[in-house]
């Protein structure tokens, strides 16, 4: 790497049943077929070996146990920018999953993808100013921000360390190395071998260097993906990166120049754009998950976190429904899509139609009553509600949501009757593909008639307006965690709902308690309302239930196939017949690809 200083400015933003062991000759594994999950075994096995010195690069076969030495490539000057504030409605950027340890510092991570569909071809830029390329990409498994001693030089008390362990392909070939950071160090960067960074517009400096070299590697198509795995390892003295391509390893060694040992708490791994902030963009109708798994010295699962730290992103968005829970662990798998779809969150409850609550425990349940309601409270930062309107005349008996309010922080935005946006009691424009984003760090974004609304934590809330209702979903920036209010999750069981008191109620739940109990406790005042500068509307409970099968029956049939030619699940399709019904047509598509509940309360 040269060691001349250069500024940039970024201008856009299974324990497994078959194990290897050493064998009778030093540095060699038990022969066995390179299955995915002996390919798996072997990696963690590998990364248990040293390196045959501390500087250098080296790559490994399966299923030998042993570093060979290679020659080294200058490693990139490119910076794989840390992440602004906002959030974006892509992957990156902060607007990702990481998993993060439940407790001790993590000392590996491993991050691969797993069942990618059409997944056909992919470009981005390779300079700062660049057009696309194809198959230019980068692979990054990051550390969180941590409080680092590297920092003592600079005058900026909030200076921190990150690192990030990288395999970046740039259309033609391809290099493994690991980059450090000192994130608004705002003085002179220690010495010559630190390379200084800034955003523009923003005065404060940053420094970041490489590891001393890094790994050829043959291009790698994005059509190979899921023949890559790429880890991070670390140690108080030295760290590693490892890039797997099929049975091959390559591997360079570092300095553990920022002391990620000490700090290291949330692991994040993805595809992202070659560098500069840049953007992985691919073809549409790609579908991956991401599987990153974590060394923390436990065998609990991670906890999720709606968080992320580089500053690159892809055209990707999260989607429905979520991936089953495969080993090995501990780790964090999540879906990414171009269709998207999902809260851009750890867990989503969603609030759908006239007016079907889908818990954060799993559980689905009508409920029909009119007026102001909470429906999550984590803590007393984060609080979700909504205000219900009766279907009457025509349908008494059933309400929807008309509009929906949260506080993040110290922070109200409120969305009333889908029309009128209010942010701390004064009304706000937004139009379509604009964002705010508050001082508070809360963020407001708008797609058409979606809104999305996050703060630097991960909760969030997507609004999806309609005609005559909305639709709305709360996710989480960590879970798992509590949830109190309708969409409640006590003890996440998905048989049982939680008064306001502390009353546990189990499913089937009797009409009087749903309404009367559990319902009216959730019910807020005026004086606590989060809407009250939205349309007001009455008050009040249903007569009785009213569900699919209180329907006339040839309108029943008209809604059903409604929403049988919309290929909706048939775990669904009770709830959509009802909506179609009452709503219209249109209503159907909110079902489409909807992960079925656990728990259906209202059978």
Known sequence: MSTRRTTHRLVGATVLAVLLSVGAQAGTAQSAPPTEANLKAWETKLAQVSHP????????????????????????????????????????NGNSISAQSPGGNITEAFGSFENIMNVTSESSPTTEFGAPVANAYSLQLNTNFFTSAACAGSPNPGCQGWEQFVFSNDGASGSVFIQYWLLRYNAACPDATWFTFSFAGDPDIYCYKNSPGAVR?????????????????????????????????????????????????????NVFGFAYGHAATFNPGASLNVRTRIHYGGTAAPICAAEGFTGETNNLNFGT?????????????????????????????AVIGDTHQHTFGGLLYDFQASGDFVEAQVGSSFEVQTRKVSGAPTWPNTSVNQSVATRMGSTRVALCDGQRLVVDGQSAELPSGKSLSLPSGVDIHRVGNVYFVSDQTGNSIRVTVNSGYIDMSVGLGTWPVRVRGLLGNPDNKPDALEARDGTRFTVPISFEDLYRKFGESWRVSPMRTLLALCAPVASGNPAEPFLARDLDPELRQRAQNVCLQAKVAQEWLDTCTLDVAVLGEKAAATYVGMAPPVLDGNR
């Open 53 to 92: 010195s501390a500087n250098g690069c080296f790559t490994a076969n399966y299923p030998q146990l042993t570093w060979h030495e290679t020659k080294c490539v200058s490693t990139p000057s490119t910076p794989m920018a840390p992440k602004r504030r906002l959030r974006p409605l892509v992957v990156g």
């Open 321 to 349: 429904p979520r991936p089953a829970f495969t080993p090995p662990g501990p780790a964090v798998i999540f879906l990414e899509n171009t269709a998207g779809g999902a809260v851009t969150n750890c867990a989503a409850a």
């Open 217 to 269: 590697v043959p291009n790698q198509p994005i059509t190979n993906l899921g023949n890559l795995r790429l880890s991070g390892h670390v140690t108080t003295t030295s760290d590693s990166v490892i890039l797997l391509v099929g049975g091959t390893a390559y591997s360079t060694p570092g300095s553990n120049a920022v002391g990620a040992a000490a700090g290291w708490t949330k692991a994040e791994f």
